[in-house]
């Protein structure tokens, strides 16, 4: 059971309507008026310290952990550097939105207008982006649903795990401004380089400097809100939170309270500077249990009050908003930010990783019912029983927790993308499903490709069956395909096509942000930013993955091209000219034909037939990809990521062959088409792992959906774990489920008050079920809910 504290600020969260904040835009407007001329680090950095300087700072009733981005509990900002466009088309309509409405007054609106759109218009990142993006991509990739990096050009990047281990544990941010102070000194402004090196740890100075200002009026306020406190507890807590905000993050923390708060301060910093996707914890077990141990064993706090804490921390994660636009909340629905926690694995000694902390981690998800953190497991050969047992009760509460990782797939994936051995060990999950770790700078989710769509154009001479606008590469009538290999090679055709699009679109975007936001606070904790003298955006972390670019509909297209293979050219029972009319007549008059098309083998069930398609179009897709170097001469990766593309994606593509209707979803990760699978859940699962995916850096994800009848006993817990472990012996990365009956989800359609905190795992991240429109609630109920292992 949760604390009365708890309850109160869990029920808040459930409650609360997201609003927007105009606070940050607007002293960060005011700032950059105030350094015209200046280095854009510097301007960036001062406009932070700034921010830190002004924001209110609110600390809501009964909180433990502080620090707030606005005036309000469930709060999102406004970045009009980045992009402000979209905000000025959309607010009007902000709480009318089918997916991610927000609250937003008519004196908010008619403010930012006036006061703060006006500055940025032309010097945002989604201006520059839109002006320097070539015709023929822009075709392609800006809100077509075909090519999408709308994330990477109105947000920033994102994608980062600062590093609490090596540096904001071990110097706060006075070590980490000494350290700064002590470059400089070594510099010579004879040189260029080190004159870029001078503006870069300024910038970095000025965003420390900034942080530990914003601590501190928390503590003056908290130590304001004692003096007036009649409750001699809650007094008690909030000379506490004055103290410890008057240590930290400027020293390194000395108890699991202090460290817990800085970590919080991190990610408030973070979001200010760029409220960014996926600003992740890392592996909060590791770097938090020696405090834990510390404290446990000094009794300077209990368990309890530990469990409280990360309680607290848990809803702190989930009351911040990403703030997005209409189309990119369709690729990321449900308010959802992937600050993504990770517990369990291995040591970086190869030892196993798991205590207290990792447990109580998985139990704070139970309880509190929150959809952040995004919380990940690794789970290795050896891991205690004990743990998976947790791991398999808490997928059986229905939440769509935990994400379930193969640890030595990730370490293999970061062995194969160039990274120490010692380093592997110590990956972490960032965002959905990508292996990670503290020391990268990477743009994990950098493009959306419409695998589907390129089919669509093979078959309809380069043309959308939707728009009837020509997008794809010219192409001959598919009528006159004479074999399989003919659709296979044409298919193809368009399918690089499209890649290729994906990375200029992504090539323009690397070099906006590397111009015009570089990140210091966020390079400020990573270590060999500092080492270096180098920004992120100039890759200065230790390790730069090439930008990852996702596939989407791996199931819909090769199940497509088997019912083309088997139907066409070996079983003759149509031809190209009455399937392509079929297409046409969105199924409509060819139910016999449908029939049949449905009837094909389709991936998910085990069949070589279909699966061999996937596997190959997985090859070449990764062989594509990776031959391109983005800005930083690193290659391009691939995922199977899955996010909520892959119902925009679905709606602008017609009619599929493998009988799909026209603007249904396509499908997500290496999971199978919603309702494909009609074998066992074993058999998904020896499909998926056939897919090689060591190589796919950028994560690959399996969601399955189990009747609830099979994990609501022990024995079906343990069996699901013994499932897991065998499916990763095969090689595989990722698997989560979802639990929840399809009655239950129905009567949280019909009566959505009454299932506010129904958790569901959407793909790569779960949300409240009651916060998805109702096209993304009836494609995680279409999923197959098996009933047998």
């Known amino acids: 059971m949760v604390t009365e504290r708890i309850e109160k600020a869990r029920k808040n969260y459930i409650n609360a309507k997201p609003a927007i904040s105009y606070e940050r835009a607007r002293i960060w407007t005011e700032s950059h008026k105030k350094t015209e001329g200046e280095a854009i680090p510097i301007r960036r950095a001062k406009a932070f310290k700034d921010t830190c300087e002004q924001i209110d700072v609110n600390i809501f009733e009964g909180e433990l952990i502080v620090g707030a981005i606005g005036e309000f509990r469930k709060c999102g900002i406004l970045t009009p550097e980045f992009s402000w466009t979209w905000v000025d088309r959309e607010m009007d309509n902000f709480d009318k939105r089918v997916q991610d409405p927000y609250v937003m007054t008519d004196e908010q609106r008619a403010f930012v207008r006036k006061n703060i759109f006006p500055y940025w218009k032309g010097k945002s990142l989604e201006e520059s982006f839109l ?176 469990e409280e804490l990360i309680e607290a921390f848990w809803i702190k994660l989930s009351e911040w908003v990403w703030t997005i636009s209409a189309n990119t909340a369709e690729f990321f629905a449900g308010y959802n930010q992937f600050q993504n926690l990770t517990v369990g694995g291995k040591t970086r000694e190869g030892k196993d990783a798991t205590n207290d902390l990792s447990y109580m981690c998985l139990r704070a998800t139970e309880r509190v019912k929150t959809h952040q953190p995004g919380l990940s497991v690794r789970i290795h050969q050896d891991c205690p029983s004990s743990f998976l047992d947790e791991v398999t009760h808490l997928v059986s509460k229905g939440t769509g927790f935990p994400a379930i990782h193969n640890d030595n797939a990730g370490y293999q994936m970061l062995i194969n993308a160039g990274y120490e051995p010692e380093d592997a060990r110590d990956w972490n999950n960032c965002g959905c499903v990508v292996p990670h770790f503290r020391k990268t700078g990477e743009w994990t989710s950098a493009v959306n490709v419409n695998f589907t769509a390129a089919l669509e154009y093979a078959l309809n001479k380069g043309v959308s069956r939707i ?51 570089p990140r210091p606070f966020l390079s400020a ?130 009619a599929t062959p493998c009988g799909r209707k026209a603007k249904e979803p396509l499908s997500e990760g290496v999971s199978p088409f919603a309702g494909s699978d009609t074998s066992t859940p074993l058999a998904a699962m020896r499909s998926a792992a056939k897919v090689n995916q060591d190589v796919h850096s950028g994560g690959t994800l399996l969601n399955l959906r189990l009747n609830e009848d099979l994990v609501n006993t022990k024995r079906g817990q343990s069996n699901l774990g013994a499932m897991i472990q ?64």
Not at 154 to 165: H, L
Request: net charge negative; hydrophobic share 35%; with cysteine.
């Open 131 to 306: 002006a320097q993006l070539p015709k023929e991509t822009a075709k392609v990739a800006v809100d077509t649903g075909i090519v999408d990096n709308d994330s990477k050009w109105r947000q920033a990047v994102g994608e980062i795990t600062p590093d609490y281990q090596d540096v904001l544990f071990k110097k706060g941010f006075g070590g980490i401004i000494k350290e700064a102070k002590e470059h400089i000194s070594k510099l010579s402004l004879t040189s260029v380089e080190d004159i870029k090196k001078k503006d870069f740890y300024n910038s970095i100075i000025i965003t420390s400097e900034g942080i530990i200002t914003l601590a501190n009026r928390y503590s003056e306020k908290a130590k304001e809100m004692a003096e007036a406190e009649s409750d001699s507890i809650r007094k008690a807590e909030l000379l506490k939170i004055s103290e410890i905000c008057s240590k930290i993050p400027e020293n390194p923390p000395a108890t699991f309270y202090e460290a817990i708060q800085f970590v919080w301060f991190t990610q408030v910093g973070g979001i200010l500077a760029e409220n960014p996707l996926a600003l992740n914890i890392g592996r909060f077990d590791q770097f938090m249990y020696p405090y834990y141990k510390s404290d446990m064993e000094k009794g300077i706090m209990t368990k309890d009050e530990i």
């Open 467 to 517: 728009t009837g606008e020509k997008i794809g590469l010219d192409e001959k009538d598919p009528s006159t395909f004479k074999s399989y290999e003919e659709v296979e090679e044409a298919f193809y055709k368009q399918f690089d096509n499209l890649i290729g699009h994906s990375i200029t679109a992504t090539l323009v975007a690397q070099r906006i942000h590397k111009e015009i936001v």
């Open 525 to 654: 904790c990573i270590e060999d930013c500092m080492t270096k003298g180098k920004d992120l955006v100039d890759a200065g972390a230790k390790y730069n993955l090439g930008p990852v670019i996702t596939g989407i509909g791996l199931a819909v297209t090769s199940n497509s091209l088997a019912v083309i293979k088997k139907l066409v050219f070996e079983d003759k029972v149509t031809n190209m000219e009455t399937l392509v009319k079929a297409l046409d007549a969105n199924w409509e008059g060819y139910e016999e034909l449908r029939g049949l098309a449905l009837s094909v083998p389709k991936y998910g069930n085990d069949i070589d037939y279909v699966d061999d398609i996937a596997i190959k179009m997985a090859n070449h897709y990764y062989k594509e990809g990776h031959k391109y170097k983005d800005i930083n001469d690193n290659n391009f990766n691939t995922a199977f990521m899955g996010i909520s593309n892959y119902l925009p994606t679905g709606k602008v593509v017609g």
């Open 726 to 789: 065998s499916f990763f012996s095969l090689g595989a990365f990722h698997v989560q489920f979802n639990t929840i009956s399809t009655e239950t989800l129905l009567k949280a359609q019909e009566h959505p008050e009454d299932y506010k905190d129904l958790l569901v795992r959407v793909a790569g991240y779960s949300t409240q079920f009651v916060n998805l429109s109702k096209s993304m609630q009836d494609a995680i109920i279409a999923r197959t809910a098996h009933e047998t292992y």
